[in-house]
């Protein structure tokens, strides 16, 4: 009887965590239009979405890898689910983000300048999917290393990182309530949503938002005859006088 108990209290508290998972899923997504939104110079839909496109395929290939390869536990599994967040949204993206550099720079240094891995998140113009394809495999095999070696360090040091997890929050164990919003919602949420900004930044064209240069006009530049000044140089000159800064126009 107590067998069949844990049986269904361990049914149901995996069924709780895949509807968490797609629910953060949708919601990490939405944060990740939010940080489109914030940026200085949003990038183009088309683009963006390549950039977005890559975590979709690298975490759906991660999810695979993850049900047939990664060590599970069956004690506490709220608790290590947490564990989990924590290592693959923190040590992962330090490893993904090294190996990524890595072989980026690899790539370049064996097909020149010319290689698509020498400016990661530009797909020419018009995009091209033969480039994104392109970029996309050092971020795959990055993600692949990086969760190999969680895997070893979650597997060598099992007990010592369930352990350090209860005592975390042993004090939400008589509320669970807030125990379900913390480990399970909260945290995990905070954690993904770094995790897919940090890519983001990776994965994307980092001189998209740079201030585009820009030509200053100088004063002898409206220097003309009297009889040739033109309206332009007047409202120019009007501007500077109610300024502090000089004029500037952006190309």
Not at 101 to 130: A, T, V
Not at 154 to 166: I, M, Q
Not at 195 to 211: P, S, Y
Request: proline content about 4%.
């Amino acid at each position: 009887m107590n067998d069949l108990s844990n049986k269904n209290c361990y049914l149901r508290t995996t069924l709780l965590l895949n509807i968490t998972d797609i629910l953060l899923a949708g919601i990490s997504f939405i944060t990740l239009i939010s940080k489109r939104n914030l940026e200085k110079k949003p990038r183009p839909h088309v683009v963006w979405m390549f950039d977005v496109s890559k975590q979709i395929v690298g975490e759906t290939l991660i999810h695979l890898f993850s049900t047939f390869f990664i060590f599970k536990s069956y004690h506490n599994k709220h608790i290590w689910n947490f564990v989990n967040f924590f290592i693959n949204s923190t040590l992962e993206v330090i490893i993904v983000f090294g190996f990524h550099s890595i072989l980026c720079r690899l790539s370049i240094l064996y097909f020149g300048e010319s290689s698509s891995c020498s400016k990661i998140g530009y797909y020419g113009h018009p995009p091209n999917y033969r480039v994104w394809i392109k970029q996309l495999v050092p971020y795959l095999f990055s993600l692949i290393i990086s969760r190999v070696i969680t895997y070893r360090i979650l597997s060598e040091s099992y007990s010592f990182l369930l352990k350090l997890g209860e005592q975390s929050f042993f004090l939400l164990y008589p509320y669970p309530t807030f125990e379900f919003i913390i480990i399970l919602m909260l945290c995990p949420w905070i954690l993904t949503t770094f995790k897919l900004w940090t890519f983001d930044f990776i994965l994307k064209d980092k001189q998209n938002e740079e201030v585009q240069p820009t030509v200053r006009i100088s004063e002898t530049s409206c220097i003309s005859p009297i009889s040739n000044i033109s309206n332009s140089c007047v409202k120019s000159s009007i501007e500077e006088e109610t300024s502090d800064t000089e004029t500037q126009i952006t190309i």
